[in-house]
């Protein structure tokens, strides 16, 4: 992609509660959408992702919705838990075989869940 | 097991040397990224490479230089030239096309001293 926008940069939340961090991009030929969970001095992992034609994908607690219209997409935590604790970072990718597949990422998101 | 590892996993550097982070994958995978992290802050692409021997700048792409002569290695090095190298340096790998999952080395803290 060529630009990806996360927004907020800062979460805490309620131990329980629902958690939503928001992405745009820029990339109209972008088609791949994943979300990625970093903990402190590790590597991210790839915790969900979506494809272009698909509006909603669910995973347990996970959830995340796209709108290619808007050039949005959002992940959904529900009845979060300590351990949710992290920094979420959103991406995209135009998957075109052979041509600019670059993995472009957003600012990141760290997230705090209060016992 | 199948991974990507990248080493060593904190290198300290004295200015004015270069220095070259390791990144192996035994994934079969053909394009590799080198991104860099500064605290607070999210991924910005170094370089990336879609096939053997071949490989693009990103967006902060002035003071490294990579290599891509084996599909399982993707070497990083930091130049002289590269005026503030102490950040962490992630290292990935994915299949090409299809929407299909990037993974991530552990992760090498460069400290320049």
């Known amino acids: 992609g060529e630009n990806v926008e996360q927004h907020p940069s800062t979460l805490s939340v309620q131990e329980g509660d629902s958690a939503v961090i928001k992405c745009t991009y820029s990339?109209?030929?972008?088609?791949?959408f994943p979300w990625y969970k970093q903990e402190l001095g590790k590597g991210p992992q790839l915790i969900i992702d979506i494809r272009s034609n698909v509006g909603e994908k669910k995973d347990q607690r996970i959830a995340v919705t796209l709108n290619k219209t808007a050039k949005h997409f959002s992940l959904h935590i529900t009845e979060t838990q300590p351990e949710d604790s992290a920094v979420y970072f959103c991406a995209d990718r135009r998957d075109i075989i052979l041509g600019n597949e670059k993995l472009t990422f957003g600012t990141g998101t760290r997230l705090t869940i209060i016992p | 097991d199948g991974g990507i590892t990248q080493s060593p996993k904190y290198l300290f550097r004295k200015e004015g040397q270069n220095v070259t982070l390791s990144c192996e994958q035994n994934l079969n995978h053909d394009a590799m990224y080198w991104y860099r992290q500064d605290p607070g802050q999210g991924l910005r692409l170094i370089y990336y490479s879609q096939i053997v021997n071949d490989f693009q700048k990103g967006d902060i792409a002035e003071g490294y230089s990579v290599s891509r002569e084996k599909k399982e290695s993707f070497p990083l090095t930091v130049t002289s030239a590269q005026k503030n190298p102490t950040a962490f340096y992630l290292c990935?790998?994915?299949?090409?096309?299809?929407?299909?999952?990037?993974?991530f080395g552990q992760g090498t803290r460069l400290t320049v001293v």
């Open positions: 990935a790998s994915s299949s090409r096309g299809g929407g299909t999952e990037a993974f």
């Open positions: 990339d109209s030929a972008s088609n791949y």
